[in-house]
Antibody, heavy 116, light 108 residues
């Protein structure tokens, strides 16, 4: 059974870089695509982007200029870096496996707050 | 970008009743590339339906999905206590993938 676990700082200062890592267990990262999705408190979900095991990516245009995703197959992990963050980037961040465009399963999520 | 509009915003029903949730895609959505998720407070969303009408693994058959043009419907035939949650639709027909704003199904 595939399980995902997000890790990273829960507090990031404005203008700095948000960095998160997702550890995948129960499946090889090399056979799927992997996405990040975020959910501001009390709001709906926003797809951030996906990455494949070979490093191919597809980013949401709304975040593309600030976003970098990477994958480490040796650690079965993938990562997210979002630069120049503002309060609008405060959200619960989920890592998920992408299955032909739908998302299953999801990590438990990690709350990232942007504040000085 | 495809915008998904869900209705109603909130649905107040009793256990055992039938729930009908709607999701409209604008502009249209190709190949019924639409999924449904439910989310309970403090939990991550969980996939219910993909391809507009295919239940995900482990999802009971009281959940069903259908499509008609740009309109998609999630039906819960008989509400169980654990079904009271927020439901989201999501399209993957055109990048960027997008979500609806959600429908809350609450106990009356």
């Amino acid at each position: 059974q595939v399980q995902l676990q997000e890790s990273g700082p829960g507090l990031v200062k404005p203008s700095e870089t948000l960095s998160l890592t997702c550890s995948v267990s129960g499946d090889s990262i090399s056979i799927s695509y992997w996405s990040w999705i975020r959910q501001p408190p009390g709001k709906t979900l926003e797809w951030i982007g996906y990455i494949g095991y070979s490093g191919d990516t597809n980013y949401n245009p709304s975040l593309k200029s600030r976003l970098t995703m990477s994958v480490d197959t040796s650690k079965n992990q993938f990562s997210l870096k979002l630069t120049s963050v503002t309060a609008a980037d405060t959200a619960l961040y989920y890592c998920v496996r992408e299955v032909w465009g739908s998302f299953d399963p999801w990590g438990q999520g990690t709350l990232v707050t942007v504040s000085s | 970008e495809i915008v998904l509009t869900q209705s109603p915003g909130t649905l107040s029903l009793s256990p055992g009743e039938r729930a009908t949730l709607s999701c409209r895609a604008s502009p249209g959505l190709s190949n019924n590339y639409l999924a449904w998720y439910y989310q309970k407070p403090g939990q991550a969303p969980r996939l219910l339906i993909h391809g507009a009408s295919s239940r995900a693994t482990g999802i009971p058959d009281r959940f069903s999905g259908s499509a008609s043009g740009t309109d998609f419907t999630l039906t819960i035939s008989r509400l169980e206590p654990e079904d009271f949650a927020v439901y989201f639709c999501q399209q993957y027909g055109s990048s960027p993938w997008t979500f609806g704003q959600g429908t809350k199904v609450e106990s009356k």
